[in-house]
């Protein structure tokens, strides 16, 4: 790390390729989008340029309900970088969506003593820069 | 493997370098003493040596290693998929030896991660465009412990696991490592030590996670022809199998807890022609204490589900019925960044009966179990002693 003394510490933040820009764009839109595949119908995450069930080359960006409920989870006691050391400590979940696809989310504006296995969860979107915005995850049942 | 190469070749010298913390070596010194010791060990000498199997933390390892070593080999594999990787180039062993690329093949690794600071929580940050840089990294996920963290939790929620069971794998690890001279930590731990350390990743505390340490280790596989002439009891390799999925991001692992350690038991116990109860030695990749009760369960040693029950009441410890570890494992005896190499040479040990206070008994046949990455490979290796 380069960053200059007192500097809060950069998150690490992702690097869209001409592939993901569309997800990353539409999170910053609010949106949270999946792949779906124009052949099979089926869904995948993370993007990629071909089905991973048919091999298909044509995939559509769906538009995904944004609800899901919790696979598995931890909560970090220690932060993962310098970043995360600032926020400790914090939900690391597993959430798989209505669609089917699961992805890694932090669990936030809940209190981490409710976070459980299985509970029903919405998308947030939680703006990191400029130019990237990251879908997060709170309980359903949360006080907005 | 086909049936046919189980005992094709033998482990005929094996060693660990120095351990613990040894802030003046590198891995490659590390390498290369233990690579000398496990030839003195088997009575053969350096240009004998015509197959490296080498990792490291570095890139390059075989070519480094062949060059610092002053040979000029005539295979070389660096695979490197984590903590297994030694155990995986044990099988790329066999096989360039069945087709006749090597003969004489040194399997080593080093790694200097406690005197170089170099192991951090958050693991290695791939560049921001990759998978992991994209959905993994900005989350703040611990590296390899927050998966495992939530396979423990997963198996909690599923099975009613309790944190006093995780405890049972530390504290039977600690009492193999008190018998253990060469052991990391040996002083006294107790399943209310375990509980009362600091959580990490939620189910998981300090002390249901490996230590990090220096350490490196090298072992010399030959053909069991050329095996029966050297000066130890070989140790032949009579079953391996292994079994692969992803990186760092396991959204296409259907069920977090049957993650191919099954696969890999079934069909290395299947090309020994052995079964679990013919099995005398065992020992279990132990970088978190549900990492053993998971492996301990695909590979039938219990039931699903019941493999916290299994290990209770200090059943895995020296004076339990199944005692497994018996180094005292990463979680007490040394972790280097990869314990692969490790878990190896203490078969090897008990094989040949040169495990002093920690001699098994019974010790013709040995089950060695690793996954690599976070569950995102696995092996299973059968050996045997005649």
């Known amino acids: 790390m380069s960053s200059p003394m007192n500097a809060p510490a950069p998150r690490p933040l992702p690097a869209p390729t001409d592939l993901t820009a ?73 959430v798989e969506l209505e669609e089917g696809v699961r992805l890694m989310a932090n669990i936030v504006d809940s209190r ?32 907005p | 493997m086909n049936k046919e190469l189980s ?41 004998d040596v015509d197959g490296v199997f080498a990792h490291t933390d570095d890139r390059f390892a075989g070519l480094q290693l ?43 690794y080093g790694s200097t991660q406690l005197s170089s600071g170099t192991r951090k ?39 009613g696991t309790t944190s006093e069971q995780l405890a049972e794998v530390a504290v039977a690890a600690r009492k193999w490592a008190q018998l253990n001279p060469k052991a990391y930590r040996t002083e006294p731990l107790s399943i209310e030590d375990v509980l009362s350390s600091p959580l990490v990743a939620d189910p998981l505390r300090s002390r249901d996670i490996c230590l990090v340490t220096d350490a490196g280790g090298a072992f010399i596989l030959t053909t069991a022809d050329r095996a029966k002439d050297l000066r130890r009891p070989p140790v032949y390799v009579l079953g391996i199998a292994e079994a692969f999925s992803h990186h760092y991001t396991p959204f296409s692992t259907a069920d977090w807890l049957d993650t191919g ?13 052995l079964t679990r109860n013919d099995i005398d030695v065992v020992q279990i990749y132990d970088h978190f204490t549900i990492g053993v009760i998971q492996a301990l369960e695909e590979l039938g040693f219990c039931k699903r589900g019941e493999g916290g029950a299994f290990v209770a009441g200090g059943r895995l410890g020296p ?48 089950l060695v179990h690793a996954p690599g990455m976070v569950f995102s490979a696995n092996t299973t290796m059968i050996l045997g002693v005649q």
């Not at chain 2, 350690?261 to 022609?273: K, N």
Request: hydrophobic share 45%; aromatic share 8%; net charge positive.
């Open chain 1, 22 to 94: 569309p997800y990353w764009a539409a999170a910053r839109r609010g949106q949270l989008v999946i792949q779906r595949c124009a052949h099979c119908q089926r869904h995948q995450f993370y993007p990629r340029s071909f089905c991973m069930h048919c091999m298909g080359e044509t995939l559509d960006w769906l538009q995904a309900s944004g609800l899901g409920r919790i696979y598995t989870f931890t909560v970090n006691r220690r932060g993962a970088n310098a970043f995360m050391a600032g926020r400790t400590p914090y939900a690391v979940a597993i």
């Open chain 2, 261 to 273: 350690v099954a696969r890999t038991g079934e069909a290395a116990l299947g090309m020994a022609g």
């Open chain 2, 121 to 159: 929580v958050g693991g290695a940050f791939d560049g921001a465009r990759s998978p992991v840089g994209q959905f993994i990294s900005p989350y703040g996920q611990l590296n390899p412990i927050g998966y495992y963290a939530m396979a423990a939790n997963l198996h909690m929620h599923r099975y």
């Open chain 2, 66 to 108: 062949a060059e610092y070593l002053g040979i000029r080999p005539s295979y070389i594999d660096s695979t490197n998929v984590g903590g297994m990787s030694n155990i995986l180039h044990v099988g790329h062993a066999m096989a360039a030896i069945a087709a006749g690329m090597c003969s004489v093949a040194l399997v080593t």
């Open chain 1, 112 to 143: 981490l003593e409710d976070i459980a296995i299985g509970k029903p969860v919405k998308v947030v979107f939680e703006a990191a820069s400029d130019d990237i915005t990251l879908p997060q995850f709170r309980l359903a049942d949360a006080a």
């Open chain 2, 319 to 366: 004076d339990g019925d199944f005692p497994i570890n018996t180094s005292g494992g990463g979680l007490s005896f040394n972790h280097p960044g990869m314990f692969g190499m490790l878990l190896v040479l203490e078969a090897v040990h008990q094989l040949r009966q040169e495990a002093g206070r920690r001699q098994l008994p019974k010790a013709r046949t040995a």
């Open chain 2, 7 to 47: 005992g094709s070749v033998a482990i005929v010298g094996a060693a660990e370098s120095d351990l613990g913390k040894v802030p003046g070596m590198t891995a490659l010194e590390m390498q290369a003493q233990a690579s000398l010791r496990a030839l003195n060990d088997a009575g053969l000498r350096l240009q």
